[in-house]
């Protein structure tokens, strides 16, 4: 299957691949950077693709690339382990599919293990990589701002997930002193390619699997809700101490008689574990509660992918009745009551400035 | 998966059983929050309630770890999640259906 912009990551060997050489047999003339696939880096990361690096030499080797090549690697698996244990581990460290990975090596042998222990990986030789940037899988059909920064937050990300590792204390404490802002705002038209990316690219958390009221979420459809009366598109922007995320999530309200109902929420897994979804959730339910809603209603089919969303639904009082085992549902909840706090660090419209709760 | 001689494993009679799956989530829960007095919370503990506070992450490594050591598949098996409710009630689903098939 060639969908446009499949691959999210491409994994790179170092020997006689990214350099022009082996780095241990070089002795203290370590190899240069091959120039056409230096050239490749640059013009997939241009386009939001992250690049890491799995390579059987020591750590330093890593290093070296990445001066050599002027990239700063997303994720870099050096060691003598296979290759496709390599893959496996930098998807999961990414928090990306193993499907949206594509792996670059010299040596046949190492893109036969690969090929054949992950079928799903996207295999390539470096000829064939130094064309690829002319393939619709590495041709995203959109790319932002946010995209194009891609590589760089994930290096902030490994800085922040080292920082939380060593902070005695719990998470929520970590994200208060990492100084995290979650900024909740109408959408205008310049979101609407980043809404656009999101609802293609968000799988474990987005409520309507791409398909939000039956269609596809097009920017023509973000476009035309952006001025209809009865609808909001709301943007929600992520930051702390170590960097800027930009627009991580959004949602679409529909704003009915009595009752609000959500035909789109999503998020970039990228911002799971950070407060995002339960801040989105809890602000929805405030919001919807004071304009004198009685419900809250968010479409959402169950599916193995989306397990993350339901916990966070779940864990914001919003239930459904799926009698008939899978299949589309609707979780709502129900405005009467004790409304959620809205968590520190919040700023959303219809709520005071400042610490929140 | 559930290795013999573990807390939890096939064949032990259901109310053992039961004890053993309940503290069992206590400790991971205790473990991937860093709180260590979630050790000691009582059965009927709300999971989403402010003593555990469970969130998509959390509970994303929780469901995990259920099916890595007990083999249910919480999340396909409970589309709605209701058996999350309380730390008892999850333990009762986890500990109803990890019981035998035994070993292969």
């Not at chain 1, 609808?231 to 609000?260: K, S």
């Not at chain 2, 469970?54 to 099916?67: A, H, K």
């Not at chain 2, 999350?84 to 259906?97: E, I, K, P, Q």
Request: one cysteine or more.
């Amino acid at each position: 299957m060639t969908r446009a912009g499949t691959v999210k990551c491409v994994v790179w060997d170092i020997d006689n691949t990214l350099l022009d050489g082996v780095y241990l047999e070089s002795g203290d003339q370590p190899p240069a950077a091959d120039p056409v696939l230096a050239g490749v880096l640059a013009q997939l990361g241009g386009r939001g693709i992250l690049h890491a690096l799995a390579s059987k030499n020591p750590p330093e080797a890593a290093a070296h690339t990445a001066r050599v090549t002027g990239w700063q690697f997303a994720a870099a698996e050096c060691g003598w382990d296979s290759k496709s244990a390599a893959l496996a581990r930098i998807a999961a460290g990414l928090g990306i599919g193993i499907d949206t990975l594509a792996f670059v090596d010299d040596d046949p042998y190492e893109r036969a293990e690969v090929g054949s222990a992950l079928p799903q990986v996207l295999v390539l030789s470096p000829e064939e990589a130094a064309e690829a940037a002319g393939w619709p899988e590495f041709s995203p059909p959109v790319v932002t701002a946010e995209a194009r920064g891609r590589g760089q937050m994930y290096a902030q990300r490994q800085r922040r997930q080292a920082a939380g590792r060593a902070f005695a204390g719990t998470r929520e404490a970590f994200l208060r002193a990492a100084g995290t802002e979650v900024t909740i705002a109408a959408a205008t038209s310049a979101d609407v390619p980043r809404l656009h990316e999101l609802a293609l690219r968000t799988r474990q958390f987005n409520s309507a699997a791409g398909q939000p009221a039956g269609g596809e979420a097009t920017q023509e459809w973000f476009t035309q809700l952006l001025s209809a009366r009865d609808h909001d598109v709301v943007t929600v922007r992520l930051r702390d101490t170590f960097g800027d995320d930009g627009v991580v999530g959004g949602c679409v309200i529909a704003h009915e008689p009595g009752t609000w109902t959500v035909p789109l929420l999503m998020m970039s897994c990228r911002a799971m574990g950070r407060g995002v979804i339960d801040a989105v959730l809890a602000w929805l339910i405030r919001q919807a509660a004071r304009a004198g809603a009685g419900q809250l209603r968010i479409p959402c089919t169950a599916n193995t992918r989306n397990v993350p969303l339901r916990l966070a639904l779940a864990a914001a009082g919003l239930r459904a009745p799926h009698a008939g085992g899978p299949g589309p549902a609707v979780y709502q909840r129900d405005l009467s009551g004790t409304l959620p706090a809205l968590p520190a660090g919040v700023r959303a419209p219809g709520e005071p400035p400042g610490e929140g709760q | 998966m559930t290795a013999a001689g573990r807390p939890g494993c096939p064949g032990m009679p259901g109310s053992l059983q039961l004890a053993a799956v309940t503290d069992d989530l206590r400790a991971f829960l205790a473990s991937a929050t860093g709180r260590d007095e979630l050790r000691h919370i009582p059965a009927g503990t709300e999971l989403f309630g402010p003593a555990v506070g469970l969130d998509s992450l959390t509970g994303t490594l929780l469901l995990r770890e259920i099916q890595r050591r007990y083999g249910v598949d919480v999340a396909a098996e409970d589309l709605n999640l209701d058996s999350l409710a309380t730390l008892g009630t999850l333990a009762a689903f986890v500990a109803s259906r990890s019981d035998p098939p035994g070993p292969p």
